[in-house]
Nanobody
Framework: QVQLVESGGGLVPAGGSLRLSCAAS????????MGWFRQAPGKEREFVAA?????SYADSVKGRFTISRDNAKNAVYLQMNSLKPEDTAVYYC?????????????????WGQGTQVTVSS
């Protein structure tokens, strides 16, 4: 059984930075798709970033967020800089048994429990 556990969320002022981590277990993730999504109160879950051998970002975070992975540790990270109040959401790590990039949440098979990120103005 695949398990994903996020950490690193918290409260940060606008303009600050946070680094989210996602620890994966139950499978070797070396070439598989890993992604980050977020969901703000009253809104639908939205794509943030994804990584296989390359990366993809939502336009709203491009240039501010960086996704990376450490295959030796079965981990994926999301470095978030220049945070804005509109980045406030629960952030979810997700995994798919695919080697292609996709921004569609329905194509991800496994999800973490989420970590709260709150950006104060």
């Amino acid at each position: 059984q695949v398990q994903l556990v996020e950490s690193g969320g918290g409260l940060v002022p606008a303009g600050g930075s946070l680094r989210l981590s996602c620890a994966a277990s139950g499978r070797t993730f070396r070439s598989y798709l890993m992604g980050w999504f977020r969901q703000a109160p009253g809104k639908e879950r939205e794509f943030v970033a994804a990584i296989t051998w390359t990366t993809s970002y939502a336009d709203s975070v491009k240039g501010r967020f960086t996704i990376s992975r450490d295959n030796a540790k079965n981990a994926v990270y999301l470095q978030m800089n220049s945070l804005k109040p509109e980045d406030t959401a629960v952030y979810y790590c997700a995994h798919a048994s695919a080697s292609y990039l996709t921004t569609v949440s329905g194509e991800y098979e496994y999800w973490g429990q989420g970590t709260q990120v709150t950006v104060s103005s």
